[in-house]
Nanobody, 132 residues
């Protein structure tokens, strides 16, 4: 059974940095692309970033590109989201997710356009609050 556990969320001031972690178990982590999403109060869940199973390819939405970095350690079955220069509008619950099929990776703007369609397993989320 797939199990994803996020951690690292916190209350920080604008301009600070945080690193979120997502520990995975129950599947062959190194064969699956992973993604990070977020959901702010009153808003729909939003795709943020994705990383291919090998870690070679990444994709970000425009609003976080250059500030956030997604990475993974397949030896530790963990995916990370390094968040720098945080803004109040980054306040949300952050979720990690695994795609439904092994060795699946989309090119271009697929993830930001289609959203969560490829992702089938989700963590419980971790709260990130950025004060101004």
């Amino acid at each position: 059974q797939v199990h994803l556990v996020e951690s690292g969320g916190d209350l920080v001031q604008a301009g600070a940095s945080l690193r979120l972690s997502c520990a995975a178990s129950g599947f062959t982590f190194s064969s699956y692309a992973m993604g990070w999403f977020r959901q702010a109060p009153g808003k729909e869940r939003e795709f943020i970033a994705a990383i291919s199973w090998s870690g070679i390819f990444t994709y970000y939405i425009y609003s976080v590109k250059g500030r956030f970095t997604i990475s993974r350690d397949n030896a530790k079955n963990t995916v990370y989201l390094q968040m720098n220069s945080l803004k109040p509008e980054d306040t949300a619950v952050y979720y990690c997710a695994a795609v439904k099929k092994p060795f699946l990776w989309r090119t271009g703007s697929y993830y930001s356009t289609v959203g969560s369609a490829d992702f089938g397993s989700w963590g419980q989320g971790t709260q990130v609050t950025v004060s101004s």
